[in-house]
């Protein structure tokens, strides 16, 4: 421990200097896109001047190369995210946007040099990965006072108990506290003396939610523009890339749809699809649509459901059938909802639609609950990816710790994450019931 009174950092270690945005993205533009300039023209630099479509590369390559450090830095700040499991997807798609703007307005480029910087800036991005500061290497300090109590046995992640308002003098210490707490004069000045001295000073709900990828259900709170509404401006934007997506795929994914029904047919009597009341965006109810997966004469091809209970799927449904767990391990049985997405009922990602008896019971249950409806919900959310098959009572009020956290951090990058995660959700099955 050391007193207030004394500097507490006297320099930067290798692992945070690696950590630096700015480090990085030097880094990158120097290994992924200078060096591959001059490998390619083989130290004959005057040979670019007159060179047009080296030109146009390497200009393409340095904006894929900040736009795909920048996307991994952001990815990798959400909960249960690792930063290296970005690296490959973030600069495969900031170099496919590279390409197609230069494809859509026909300039002259070399698909050697934009080869070269996309391999090297995956070597680069990779060496700093492996020499930066891993997220959850540092010592939590918890002041007592508050509600600091409520999370000490959530946080899974080393911590401490102050005493005494003194700094700690270790490396990567972040101090916790209740801030909304009236701590004594001493606390207060030790607070500010170490955010002088470059110690984090969080409040105990922030590191929860951080820790966690949840927030707790007590009452609502603002997200980071300090308001209740999510950003409307990229609400909009969501909703123009829904229905572009959805007009892209459709014509892909109409042999799959065509030859699922034919398997659910094949494979039990009744009918190819399963529709069901949901409580939607604002609070509208709506029919979402899906493949069938249960026996006709089962709970799920009913357009009602008659209790909390019934709405939800159990570990081990004897009601499935066959093909019905193949559709729900790689959640193709979701795929019909691309209709209820261009109807404006549902996006891509957002929280599940919750069937109306569930809905109806969490109103009385939860007085802010309808506020989860204040984004369209989708067809694959964080609740999804990092939660898996919801089976009882329990486990559905934890699952809406995941939604109001997606709702808290409305934005393009925790879409992204879904995204990501998504796709090795469809992998690797988990979750799926």
């Known amino acids: 421990m050391m007193e207030l009174d004394h500097p507490v950092r006297t320099g930067m270690s290798w692992p945070l200097f690696f950590s630096s945005l700015r480090v990085q993205l030097l880094l990158c533009l120097l290994v992924g896109v200078v060096l591959p300039i001059f490998l390619y023209f083989q130290n004959n630099l005057s040979a670019l001047a007159d060179n047009r479509a080296a030109w146009n590369s390497s200009l393409a390559a340095a904006l894929a190369t900040i736009a795909g450090v920048i996307a991994i830095r952001k990815l990798a700040e959400f909960p249960g995210t690792i930063g290296a ?139 980071s523009f300090g308001s209740l509404i999510p950003s409307n401006s990229y609400a909009k934007t969501k909703r123009a890339v829904d229905i572009a997506l959805t007009l892209a795929v459709l014509p ?15 494979d039990s009597p009744g009918s190819i699809f399963f529709t069901q009341e949901r409580i939607g965006y604002r609070g509208r109810s709506f029919r979402v649509l899906k493949f069938r997966t249960m026996r006709d004469h089962a709970l799920e091809t009913r357009e009602e459901v008659d209790s909390v209970r019934d709405a939800i799927t159990r570990h081990g449904d004897d009601r499935i059938t066959r093909i019905g767990r193949f559709l729900r391990r790689t959640r193709i049985d979701e795929l019909p909802q691309i209709v209820n997405i261009l109807r404006g009922e549902m996006s891509w990602i957002g929280p599940r639609p919750e069937a109306r008896p569930l809905s109806e019971w969490y109103e009385r249950e939860i007085p802010f609950y309808s506020y989860r409806h204040i984004v369209r919900p989708g067809i694959t959310g964080w609740a999804q990816v990092n939660q898996g098959h919801v089976a009882g009572i329990s486990e559905v009020h934890d699952k809406l710790r995941f939604d109001f956290y997606y709702i808290k951090n409305f934005s393009m990058w925790i879409d992204l994450v879904v995204l990501f995660k998504t796709v090795l959700v469809v992998i690797r099955g988990f979750g799926a019931k």
């Open 85 to 223: 499991s970005y690296i490959f997807p973030s600069f495969a798609a900031s170099y496919g946007v590279a390409m197609a703007v230069i494809l859509l307005v026909r300039a002259p480029y070399s698909g050697t040099l934009l080869s070269i910087s996309f391999a090297f800036n995956l070597i680069a991005r990779f060496a700093i990965g492996a020499m930066e500061k891993r997220g959850n290497q540092g010592v939590y300090f918890l002041v007592p006072g508050g509600d600091i109590d409520r999370i000490r046995s959530d946080m899974g992640v080393a911590s401490v108990v102050l005493d005494q308002p003194i700094l700690p003098n270790i490396p990567d210490a972040a101090i916790v506290a209740d801030l909304h707490h009236d701590h004594t004069p001493d606390w207060e000045r030790a607070f500010a003396v170490a955010a002088l001295n470059g110690i984090g000073v969080y409040h105990y709900k922030h590191v929860w939610e951080a820790q966690t990828g949840k927030v707790r259900i007590e009452h609502l709170s603002e997200n």
């Open 252 to 266: 892909l994914l109409l042999v799959p749809l065509l030859l699922t029904a034919f398997l659910i047919r094949m």
